[in-house]
């Protein structure tokens, strides 16, 4: 072989090996977008900004939160945009349960056929349902007794959350109805003192700061939360509506797997650090890491348990 081939085929060699790196490299080259489907400064915002952060210092490309209100019920539009990118990891949504689970399912073209894959849920929102301190009833089993003969006025932030869903199908299946309902802008201490309803489905950290002259019946949640280590979770009073209200990180279907490692590696990091557990420890939400499949499997089951919930609420 002469030479000229020999030193020919050495650059090609080492241009396959240098292409390779620089494919390897390539993500992220530029801006990623989070996009989280809310107004900012609830828990879903906190994490994914710490998340974002972390990836810019990983990376050292920019990296942003881009709130997009609209995301409970529909129409989802932090969801469409994700949806309506190119499916290259820079943009990635921040998800509640809704997206996911019902986004394909309520005639949103954009989003149907399901158009995403988990890379990890990270966040369980710690909803409770909770009373006054002199309410005459101290468990969701008292609660369900007492109003079969009296009027309880139920406080929620809307029906189309799971939460609210829950309530509603936990007296269906109790053998009570509410004696009326509500959706209020803020359910905390004020709300039970002023008399405004008897019930709250609330998150716990609106009433942290009452929280010894409250009782908390029940959390909507799949553990039980710390900071109210003797209150049952729905699903051990119920096990047909063992769900949360959670939220996730997601990308479109073909987004490729090393993309997906890169954002997978600074999520879960972040969530485990000392700053996002201690959001968990002043607010009772549960910040953990569970990966992809596990995230998949769990959002099939909650398909399902939606689906029973509204065949229970028909």
């Given at each position: ?30 801006p990623v977008n989070f996009i989280v489907p809310w107004p900012p400064g609830d828990l879903e915002d906190v994490l994914t900004r ?152 609330t998150t716990l950290q609106l009433i942290l700061p009452c929280l010894d002259q409250v009782k908390v019946l029940v959390s909507i ?66 910040v953990y890491w569970q990966g992809p499949e596990e995230s998949a499997k769990r959002i099939e089951k909650d398909i399902e348990t ?9």
């Amino acid at each position: 072989m002469k030479l000229t081939t020999l030193i020919k085929s050495a650059v090609a060699s080492a241009a396959v090996v240098l292409g390779a790196g620089a494919a390897l490299a390539e993500y992220p080259e530029k801006p990623v977008n989070f996009i989280v489907p809310w107004p900012p400064g609830d828990l879903e915002d906190v994490l994914t900004r710490m998340i974002a952060e972390d990836f810019q210092k990983e990376y050292g490309v920019a990296a942003a939160v881009v709130n997009k209100p609209g995301g409970g019920g529909g129409p989802f539009p932090g969801a469409i945009e994700v949806a309506n990118a190119p499916a290259d990891g820079y943009t990635i949504g921040s998800f509640v349960i809704g997206v996911p689970v019902l986004g394909h399912q309520i005639d949103i073209p954009p989003l149907t056929p399901a158009k995403f894959d988990p890379l990890g849920i990270f966040l369980t929102y710690p909803f409770v349902i909770a009373t006054s301190g002199d309410a005459p009833y101290s468990s969701m089993e008292e609660l369900a007794a007492y109003a079969k003969d009296h009027d309880v006025a139920l406080g929620h932030f809307g029906d189309v959350l799971t939460p609210t869903q829950v309530t509603k199908a936990f007296a269906k299946n109790a053998g009570f109805e509410w004696g009326s309902d509500a959706a209020f802008d803020a359910l905390d201490c004020n709300t039970l003192a002023s008399g405004d309803a008897d019930v709250i489905n609330t998150t716990l950290q609106l009433i942290l700061p009452c929280l010894d002259q409250v009782k908390v019946l029940v959390s909507i949640t799949d553990q039980r939360i710390p900071l109210v280590p003797d209150t049952p979770t729905i699903g051990e009073l119920d096990p047909s509506l063992d769900i949360a209200l959670w939220n996730g990180l997601f990308v479109r279907k073909e987004t490729p797997q090393d993309v997906r490692d890169k954002i997978i590696a600074v999520a879960k990091k972040t969530v485990m650090s000392d700053r996002a557990q201690e959001v968990a420890r002043q607010t009772g939400a549960l910040v953990y890491w569970q990966g992809p499949e596990e995230s998949a499997k769990r959002i099939e089951k909650d398909i399902e348990t939606v689906a029973r919930i509204g065949e229970i609420l028909k």
